[in-house]
């Protein structure tokens, strides 16, 4: 019974595995790879260990990022770049293709609801 139990768990997970769903696969993606490498620290699942109301979630942002309402990618990538409060800059460590694909990924999280 265990062993047929243990085969049937190893086929789901190799089943998953290889047959990634489209959604999951936005996973992978450069900006995932990018926040996952300097952001996820402080800020795993969008949540924020420091700050526990600055999340990265819509309403969050809205709330304390400037012009985030007009501009949502612009205000995030002047986030990234610049810091504030207990958050690092990050313009002197990423490009500015790795900005911009972190705060397409942060943007895109945000209004799916991580």
């Keep these: 019974m265990r062993i047929l139990l243990f ?3 190893l086929a ?3 089943f998953r595995f290889t047959f990634i769903l489209p959604a999951l696969a936005l996973e992978t993606s450069a900006g995932a790879k990018i ?3 300097n952001c996820s620290s402080c800020h795993i699942g969008g949540g924020n260990i420091l700050m526990s109301h600055k999340t990265l979630k819509k309403e969050a942002l809205s ?3 400037e012009n985030y309402d007009q501009d949502a990618i612009k205000a995030i990538i002047h986030q990234v770049q610049n810091g504030k409060n207990a958050m690092p800059a ?3 460590k990423l490009s500015n293709e790795e900005i911009l694909e972190v705060a397409a990924y942060v943007f895109q999280k945000a209004e799916t609801g991580w």
């Design 35 to 37: 926040f996952d490498a």
């Design 12 to 14: 789901i997970a190799l």
């Design 90 to 92: 990050f313009k002197n």
């Design 7 to 9: 085969i049937l768990l």
């Design 63 to 65: 709330n304390y990022l």
